[in-house]
């Protein structure tokens, strides 16, 4: 088995290792209570950061505001050839901080698991997750990257880059998990008189409902495109709102 570092036991570095475990020899890093929980419940080896550094896959499983720091303080114990990778919400920056941070002699790939904790309740098969090179990792390297997601994991990879990915995720996520907020503060909502579209909006609020704050605000402002599609959407809502009220339409 070759050696895999994941760096974050949150709730996906949890959900990151479990899935992984029976392909790789995993390391893990996170001092949090919570951490030692799972690893001490789940039989997780816990060991230094220097630990998981030195290891042949590298992941970051951490918030987007920290990979920049987490990039600096495992930079001396990374070894040759080794491949870094994110699992960020969000591409352009930590791109941009991996590749600033990190040494040359790395392979760098961001990747965006388009689910979560919730969404994975009845396993990873048919579920999307976006790759994109940044640094070094030639076609051979990426190709068995896709190829294990596929064929192992049964996931739905495919190729992207941190630009167009940004930009989609700003009205894929954004829209997704503003609206979300939105509903749950408009609890209760109705569970017996319903529609099925309304069913579908609460079911969308649900897988979403458990991610965290942290989380929100990457999505909302660490995205260099969703402050437009926010103001779009927000002006659209104005304008309808002036056409129902004026009886316009």
């Known amino acids: ?10 709730a996906f570095g949890q959900l990151l290792v479990q ?43 951490v918030p987007v505001l920290q990979i920049g720091a987490v990039c600096r303080a495992i930079a001396p114990y990374l070894l040759p050839g080794a491949t870094v990778l994110d699992v960020a919400s969000v591409k352009l920056g930590p791109a941009r901080d991996m590749r600033s941070a990190l040494p040359d002699h790395v392979h760098i790939i961001g990747t965006h698991p388009l689910f979560g904790p919730q969404s994975a309740l009845g396993g990873l098969s048919g579920l999307k997750i976006a790759i994109c090179p940044v640094r070094r990792a030639g076609l051979a390297r990426t190709r068995r990257l896709l190829t294990f997601l596929r064929d192992q994991l049964h996931l739905d990879a495919f190729l992207s880059d941190p630009a167009s990915h940004d ?20 609890e209760p909502l109705p569970s017996r008189q319903t529609t099925l579209s309304f069913d579908y909006l609460v079911k969308a609020m649900q897988l979403v409902r458990g991610d965290s704050d942290e989380l929100f605000r990457a999505i909302e402002r660490e995205n260099p495109y969703s402050a437009g599609v926010r103001a779009k959407f927000f002006q659209l809502i104005d304008e309808l709102r002036t056409q129902l009220e004026n009886g316009d339409g």
């Open 1 to 10: 088995m070759q050696s895999m570092g994941v760096i974050g036991l949150g």
């Open 167 to 186: 930009k989609d995720m700003a009205m894929v996520q954004g829209l997704t998990h503003l609206i979300a907020k939105v509903l749950d503060e408009m």
């Open 19 to 61: 899935h992984l475990r029976p392909y790789f020899a995993i390391t893990t890093y996170d001092s949090s209570p919570e951490a030692q929980k799972f690893a001490s419940t789940k039989g997780v080896n816990l060991g230094s950061l220097e630990k998981c550094a030195s290891a042949r896959y590298v992941v970051l499983a």
